[in-house]
């Protein structure tokens, strides 16, 4: 049986709503599948129901990806078989999703607070990249700063007057907070650290459950050295396509890749 464990649908960053990722899933026959939407439950909750009106649908558990960081590093957390309805989890990440927003506003009284006068219009929830370079662009409209990195050089980049950290998480905190949730939390796409140092590192500082092995980011020889740390470590082990359905991302298709149940089986039925 076939299995993809790390998708995304419309309500993060995909473009295939959660019924679309299940009709795709059931024709190319992937039997097991979990939605892991950036800091959201919502698209696992539409899937599970959708499932539940069709006959032989994928088998479903609840998934999310958290984003955190360490100083400038990325490091992304995958979480599954939690309680979708735990409260603490579902305040957190509502306040992750719209950071953004809330980030924008803050940078925005700031500058004008410094003597600017800007303005930037408020983003949707498609439109994820809106921030900073916004409010550069609109300095150097006004005329403030002759480009965008003049305007970062002197007033928005860290440790400038108009700087404003966004909030993150660390991996501790999400992985803790998956694991107050009932859940077991997974390090998603080593190879995309290119470290192994760190890679180590956080496995060995923070209590996750398992790393995820199979990834498009992994080369052959990259998945054989996750799966021999995996065992060293004794992590369980998951994988997935990170299918987002844009077309200038690998996979193209849902089902481009794809994981053998066998092989993250013990991951599947933790519970």
Known sequence: ????LHIHSTFSDGFFTPQEIIDAANKKNIGVISITDHDSVNGFIAARQYIKT????????????????????????????????????LQRTYELRHAREIRLAKIVDKVNSLGYNVSVEATDVSHRAFGRPHVAKALVEKGYFKDIQE???????RGKPGYVPQPKLTPAEAVDLIHQAG???F???????????????LVESIKFDGIEVW????????THVWLELSKTYRLLVSGGSDFHGDKGR????LGDFSILYRNVKSMIEYK
Not at 151 to 157: E, G, H, N, Q, S
Not at 250 to 253: D, G, Q
Request: avoid cysteine; charge should be negative; aromatic fraction near 8%.
């Open 1 to 4: 049986m076939l299995v993809d």
């Open 151 to 157: 305007a970062f050089d002197i007033l928005l980049k």
């Open 250 to 253: 690998f996979p193209k298709n």
């Open 183 to 185: 859940g077991i939390a």
């Open 54 to 89: 069709i006959l032989n649908g994928p088998s479903i558990f609840s998934g999310i990806e958290l984003g955190t960081q360490i100083e400038e590093k990325a490091i992304h957390v995958l979480g599954y078989h939690f309680d979708e309805n735990y409260e603490p989890l």
């Open 215 to 222: 990834h498009p980011s992994a080369s052959s020889a990259e």
């Open 187 to 201: 390090l998603a796409h080593p190879s995309e650290l290119q470290d192994i140092t760190l890679v180590k590192s």
